[in-house]
């Protein structure tokens, strides 16, 4: 009997110390709070995540994520709905991208609103200011349903608090 109990009590506490074969990919959101690097090129840039809602032997996973964004130049910062809405509405995005896990989109400094609509939810947008010489870095991560923005100032390097707006159909 004790050889048996030594047994189950030395299987166990292997399992502790031998990794398994099941990987969990969390490298999305591993990466989401990192900002972008900045390679002094005026520019919005950073990953996409996306964290599913299925948990699985202890697992959520969260690998990079594909989506289409858009950015408009406005004159200022946006921050409401209706100012959202009313933008999309005068004229095409400034740039329109695919972005792969990562993205970078060189643009001249200024106030821009960048727009995500993941397939199946609706879009959201942030306010933005792009620097002289400076990556505005702009994580954004997918949840199950809503999705954040998760952006750093561009001289500090810090993540800032913002608004996340939806202008609607």
Not at 46 to 70: K, R
Not at 111 to 123: D, I, V
Not at 146 to 157: A, G, M, N, Y
Request: hydrophobic fraction near 40%; include cysteine.
């Amino acid at each position: 009997m004790v050889r048996v109990l030594a047994c189950a009590f030395l299987c166990a506490a292997l399992s502790f110390v031998i990794p398994t074969c099941n990987t969990c990919n969390r490298s999305g959101c591993d990466s989401l709070g990192t900002p972008a690097a900045d390679d002094h090129q005026s520019a919005i840039a950073g990953v996409i995540a996306s964290e599913s809602d299925l948990v699985g032997n202890g697992c959520q996973e969260c690998p990079f994520a594909s989506m289409s964004l858009a950015i408009w130049a406005v004159p200022g910062p946006v921050t409401d709905a209706t100012g959202a809405k009313a933008t999309i509405q005068a004229g095409p995005a400034t740039v329109a991208l695919k972005a792969d896990g990562r993205y970078r989109q060189a643009l001249d400094p200024g106030s821009y609103m960048l727009c995500a609509a993941p397939s199946g939810y609706e879009s959201a947008c942030v306010s933005v200011d792009v620097v002289a010489g400076h990556v505005t870095p702009v994580n954004l991560k997918l949840l199950y349903g809503p999705f954040q923005f998760i952006v750093f100032d561009p001289l500090t390097r810090a993540q800032v608090t913002t608004n996340t707006i939806h202008p609607g159909p």
